[in-house]
C-alpha cells in the first residue's frame, strides 16, 4: 500500500487538496464564503470538457486520507 498512499499524497499536494473534519452533518458556510468559492468552481470547471466532469459526493469514495 505503499505505492498507493504515496499516489495519493502527491494528487493530493499537486491538486490542493487536504484533510478537512466537519464536526456534523450540517455547518453553516458565511455566504460569502460560498460565492467566492462558486466562482473559483465555475473557473476551474471551465477547463474540462463537460463528459470529463464527475459528481462524487455521497458515493462512498471518502476515505481517511493520510
Same mark, same amino acid.
Given at each position: 500500500?505503499?505505492?498507493?498512499?504515496?499516489?495519493?499524497?502527491r494528487f493530493k499536494l499537486h491538486n490542493g487538496l487536504q484533510k478537512v473534519n466537519f464536526l456534523g452533518e450540517a455547518n453553516s458556510t458565511p455566504i460569502?464564503? $460560498?460565492l467566492a468559492e462558486? =466562482?473559483?468552481?465555475?473557473?476551474? $470547471?471551465?477547463?474540462?470538457? =463537460?463528459e470529463d466532469i464527475y459528481n462524487a459526493d455521497e458515493t462512498g469514495l471518502f476515505f481517511e486520507w493520510n
Open positions: 500500500l505503499k505505492c498507493a498512499n504515496s499516489w495519493v499524497y460569502k464564503n $460560498l462558486r =466562482v473559483r468552481l465555475r473557473a476551474l $470547471l471551465a477547463k474540462y470538457n =463537460v
